[in-house]
């Protein structure tokens, strides 16, 4: 139902830092949940990291815990995902994604396109 759109991909050295921002349409932003994900070629796609719509708790995957950080800015309707010390395995298309509470992004959510993230070694 809301509309997303990813940006801030791009190619960067390994140990590298890349910002990626999902900016989201319409009015009611703060009453989703908020997550990202990533998908490798030949791979299933993973979950990264989530929020919550009130912004805590956060929730990271174990390979991304430490570097990552995901946040929210409710009155601008964005997510962002700060992601630092970059890895080669970290190439990946990176995926936002918005669900209400209580309801699976796999089940209900609303998806982005992509943005491409590759980590050269």
């Known amino acids: 139902q809301v509309q997303l759109v990813e940006s801030g991909g791009g190619l960067v050295q390994a140990g590298g830092s890349l910002r990626l921002s999902c900016a989201a349409s319409g009015r009611t932003f703060s009453r989703y949940n908020m997550g990202w994900f990533r998908r490798a070629p030949g791979n299933e796609r993973d979950f990264v990291a989530s929020?919550?719509?009130?912004?805590?708790?956060?929730t990271y995957a174990g390979p991304v815990k430490g570097r990552f950080t995901i946040s929210r800015d409710n009155a601008k309707n964005t997510v962002d995902l700060q992601m630092n010390s970059l890895k080669p395995e970290d190439t990946a298309v990176y995926y936002c994604?918005?669900?209400?509470?209580?309801?699976?992004?796999?089940?209900?959510?609303?998806w982005g396109q992509g943005t491409q993230v590759t980590v050269s070694s």
């Open positions: 929020i919550t719509k009130s912004g805590a708790p956060t």
């Open positions: 994604a918005a669900t209400l509470p209580g309801t699976a992004y796999e089940n209900s959510g609303s």
